[in-house]
């Protein structure tokens, strides 16, 4: 499957952005879904997982309560909507997918367990 992330961009502290993650191909269903970002100069981290069937979310606590990640799975699609921005959310922004044909309700936090990675999109937050 092949990612690509959109949405990134320059906004103040305390605004909002909406990141979307595509995918190619006709399985989007069959994988779990997470956000990972990379802040220059340090480790990739973990931000957001969706499970396949979106009954299970898990977020880093560093943006619990003001991120929300969702999918919609016709549309071959998975969404960050980030709010509240703080300069500390600068990053490259990266979607990933993991083939998680043993149950739907399964999410991953680790970005080991991840198949497929899209290209980032930056996020720029000023002070």
């Known amino acids: 499957v092949q990612l690509q992330a959109s949405g990134g961009g320059l906004v103040q502290a305390g605004g909002s952005l909406r990141l979307s993650c595509t995918a190619s191909?006709?399985?989007?269903?069959?994988?779990?879904m997470g956000w990972f970002r990379q802040a220059p100069g340090k480790e990739r981290e973990f931000v957001a997982a969706i499970s396949r069937n979106s009954n299970n979310i898990e977020y880093a606590d560093s943006v619990k309560s003001r991120f929300a990640i969702s999918r919609d799975n016709a549309k071959n699609t998975v969404s960050l909507q980030m709010t509240s921005l703080k300069p500390e959310d600068t990053a490259v922004y990266y979607c990933?997918?993991?083939?998680?044909?043993?149950?739907?309700?399964?999410?991953?936090?680790?970005?080991?367990?991840?198949?497929?990675w899209g290209q980032g999109t930056l996020v720029t937050v000023s002070s």
């Open positions: 990933a997918a993991k083939r998680s044909g043993v149950s739907a309700n399964y999410w991953y936090t680790l970005g080991r367990q991840y198949d497929y």
């Open positions: 191909g006709r399985t989007f269903s069959s994988y779990a």
